[in-house]
């Protein structure tokens, strides 16, 4: 077939497959070989018959907040946008409406459709930061799952085994482990698998733990006589401890939302080693730059606090512009260089239970993390103007704190707030 | 509690309990008992509150024909009816809707519930054979599981973990063979233990292989803060071949339909040691004439064959009337004590893919079985009128043969008829 290509389009093919491909990653190399030996076809296919790729990102809405670990497959849809491809963004309300089953309080299902409507919009709003939103195609799963009967999903099951779920690592951990897996969580599977059918979706991007998922799609298409699905898989962005994936519960997460100085404080205070992984999935640098700045860290030219205020430069300017970059640069160089913050002050961890900010008592706090020997003696502390949170003084005893906060008592006592 | 209930009602609670739990089965103890004290209390709710119970037994329609295996749970509920509750015929057409997605044949839904249709009438027009009909209840569980969404389905199945299911013997053993179980069986079970909820079933019959089915109905019913229901267990019945259980698939069957002669014949091929079980389950015998039948038996007062005489005389007259019984007996005794049969005579086992008579060439059959040397020999007995089946001359090539007909060939060769 190859000779019937004319030389432009096979240039064309070429050159979106490698942007395509780029910074993807996938658990076995048989499959990221299979992946990109049909995305070429595909490719060709696409463009020898002037029809867009259907490609779509499925995304969760019960929790609106988009961070930089979401933009790492925003990006690429966002990509496939500027090749000239049809953007599909999901948003799967269909799991959201049904409701978490195991939650007996949860809330009635007009209620939850509201919420997922204004959570939807939130995030459709903050996905155009990525993405042309009059390019975008914005489907809701609840479109066609909310019309499958019990004989539908009978049908739909009928194409998995047991041992294909039981198998999975997610699920096998916990059977191996004694914990229960009820039967409706394999159904979430199911969904996700269908979502492509009803889409006649040419390419499924999702994170490497989509990869069972975007298979289950693909067996489905196949019964349906439909080209299947090609995956498109990009690593996990870990979070700013740089160790566990970036996520709202964890509390290591940079939002896209968040204020500039927030932002900043985050990039600044991730491990060196993640610096780069920083880089390529957490901003929009192009290749050669980042290839400079982990030259640079390699041989010493580049501190990695410098590497760092780029990154976070970077991080800012993307999602608030260059002004603010430069203006959180300059509020971060304030309280920590000018003012000497020690480079390796200790953490303080609280609880912040999922959420950005939290009120606490600071005579409390301050006497709980070990700054003042009594309550007592902390109260006089705030008082007499001695504590300060990110070079602010403090003379509330209530106050809203953030994760990243850095915190000082005295003159000698520097801590940085973590959420535990 | 016990000191209010009036005597009059202590006594028949007794009286009902006995004759349901009698002849029941359960595969543990520990079940047997709990559903034993459970089904005293119901009964005398029932009667003190002047309450019927609800009392369902659920039929697959996809195979309408009924054999005597099916009526030991029929009976049961033939019993509840002449107690006073209110008995439930459930016809399970919804699976039969559905289809069975692995057979890609399958016919379209529409031809199928027309065949569903024509099938549970004649499943009903048999079981009043038992039931009465201004008495029974019939539903069909279209009517509910037609009815559920996507969301009714995983919050149904948001009951039951994996584990539950995989820990069933048909289950465990499967998956511990290698062989596949698809995810859709598993709704199955869902689908019958929503049947309970929906019909809000006081006790549920059934053979001991329905018993992971009738829990999950108790689960069901207990979450939609019902009664749970009470399983009432009966044995399964062994086939003629008195080692597999009774079906059509097996063609070990006697059915209900079927005319007195074959009914006769099948009843007379039972092995010995299951003569008493078919007393037991596949008559409407009283208990002391079973009784006396089993002393006879182990003092060798009665032979087995007479024993056998009485079972079939009686399965003939419960289907056909006392006159067409003795017809039958006769034309047995004709055929087999008069002429002579031999009592052990050998089987010609022949495949008859689970129907009840199959088209043999006679030439072709007789030569694969040794009853002639060759084609043309056995070509030649049958001409020359040499060979008969159930003590009539057969001269066609190609003849209807039945599962237990007697077949002899010349003076000496005699063959009775099994399906392999």
Redesign the interface.
């Known amino acids: 077939m190859s000779d019937q290509i004319p030389t432009e389009i096979a240039a064309e093919v070429e050159r979106q497959h490698a942007l395509i491909m780029r910074g993807t990653a996938y658990g076995d190399e048989g499959t990221r070989r299979v992946m990109d030996r049909e995305l070429r076809q595909r490719l060709t296919e696409s463009l020898m018959e002037k029809r867009p790729l259907r490609v779509y990102l499925g995304v969760d809405p019960t929790s609106p907040d988009l961070h930089i670990g979401h933009c790492v497959t925003l990006r690429k849809l966002a990509l496939f946008q500027q090749l000239g491809h049809q953007s599909i963004l999901l948003i799967g309300d269909?799991t959201g409406?049904?409701?978490d089953?195991?939650d007996k309080d949860s809330l009635r299902p007009m209620q939850a459709a509201e919420i997922l409507n204004r959570n939807a919009a939130t995030y459709r709003e903050q996905a155009y930061k990525l993405l042309d939103p009059e390019r975008t195609e914005v489907r809701r799963n609840s479109e066609w799952?909310?019309e499958?009967?019990?004989?539908?999903?009978?049908?739909?099951?009928?194409?998995?085994?047991?041992?294909q779920?039981?198998g999975r690592d997610t699920?096998k951990n916990r059977?191996d482990g004694g914990q229960?897996?009820?039967?409706?969580?394999?159904?979430y599977g199911?969904?996700q698998g269908y979502d492509a059918v009803a889409l006649k979706a040419d390419i499924q991007l999702g994170g490497t733990d989509q990869t069972f998922n975007i298979m289950c799609g693909r067996t489905l298409q196949e019964r349906q006589e439909q080209h299947a699905q090609i995956a498109v898989l990009t690593p996990i962005l870990v979070g700013t401890d740089g160790k566990q994936r970036m996520s709202k519960s964890t509390g290591n997460y940079i939002g896209i939302d968040e204020p500039a100085n927030s932002q900043y404080g985050k990039a600044m205070s991730i491990p060196d080693d993640v610096i780069v992984r920083f880089f390529d999935y957490g901003t929009n640098l192009a290749d050669d730059e980042v290839d400079q700045i982990e030259a640079g860290l390699k041989s010493g030219a580049l501190k990695p606090m410098d590497a760092k205020r780029h990154l976070a430069r970077a991080i800012v300017s993307e999602w608030h512009g260059e002004e603010e970059a430069i203006a959180a640069e300059e509020r971060w160089t304030r309280t920590f260089s000018q003012r000497s913050v020690p480079e390796d002050i200790p953490e303080a961890a609280i609880d912040f239970a999922g959420a950005d900010q939290l009120e606490v008592s600071l005579p409390i706090f301050l006497h709980e993390i070990g700054a003042a020997a009594s309550r007592a003696e902390a109260k006089r502390l705030v008082t007499q103007g001695a504590v300060r949170i990110d070079d602010e003084v403090v003379k509330e005893q209530a106050v809203e704190i953030r994760s990243g906060a850095v915190l000082r008592v005295g003159r000698r006592k520097w801590y940085r707030i973590v959420a535990s």
Do not use: R
């Not at 009978?154 to 194409?159: D, F, R």
């Not at 229960?180 to 159904?187: I, L, N």
């Open positions: 269909f409406l049904v409701g089953p195991s799952l909310g499958m009967s019990f004989g539908d999903v009978v049908h739909l099951a009928s194409n998995f085994t047991v041992q779920f039981t699920f059977i229960p897996v009820y039967v409706h969580e394999f159904m199911l969904m």
